[in-house]
C-alpha cells in the first residue's frame, strides 16, 4: 500500500495560515487607524484592540488539547497492526479532537459560570455599602 505523501498538504496549510494572518494584521491595522482618524485617542483604540484580544489564552488552551489528543492517538496508532492502523488511527484522531473540544467547552462554561457568579456578588456587595 502507498504511503500518503503529507509534506505538500503541510506546505499548502503553512502558506494558507500564513496569508490568513498577514490579512488579519493588515485588516486590524486599517480598522485602528480609521478608529483614530474619527477622532478617537489612539490609546483607547489600542485599549479596544487588546481587550478583544484577552481570549487567545484561551483559545492556545483549546488547541492544545485538541493537539495533545491527536498527539496521543498517533502515538497509541503505531502499537496498533499495520494493517488495521490507517483507519482506525484516523478515526480515532477524528474521536480525540472532538473530545478535546467537548472538555475545552465544559471547562469554559465553568469558568463563564464562575466569573459571572463572581460578578454578580461584587455587584450585590457594591450596592450594600
Known amino acids: 500500500m502507498d504511503h500518503f505523501n503529507l509534506e505538500p498538504v503541510l506546505v499548502m496549510g503553512t502558506i494558507f495560515w ?10 486590524q491595522n486599517k ?5 483614530v482618524d474619527k477622532g478617537m485617542d489612539p490609546a483607547e483604540a489600542g485599549a479596544l484592540f487588546r481587550s ?10 483549546k488547541w492544545g488539547m485538541v ?9 497509541i496508532g503505531q502499537l496498533i497492526p499495520a494493517d488495521v492502523s ?15 473540544l467537548l472538555a475545552f467547552h465544559f471547562v469554559m462554561s465553568k469558568t463563564v459560570a464562575a466569573s459571572d457568579n ?12
Request: charged letters at 20%; proline letters at 2%.
Open 18 to 27: 500564513g496569508i490568513v494572518a498577514i490579512l488579519r494584521e493588515v485588516s
Open 52 to 61: 478583544a484580544s484577552a481570549a487567545p489564552r484561551w483559545n492556545s488552551l
Open 31 to 35: 480598522l485602528r487607524h480609521r478608529i
Open 118 to 129: 463572581g460578578d454578580a456578588v461584587g455587584k450585590t456587595e457594591g450596592r450594600k455599602r
Open 86 to 100: 490507517e483507519e482506525a488511527t484516523i478515526g480515532a484522531m477524528m474521536v480525540a479532537a472532538g473530545l478535546a
Open 67 to 75: 493537539l495533545t489528543g491527536i498527539g496521543l492517538v498517533l502515538l
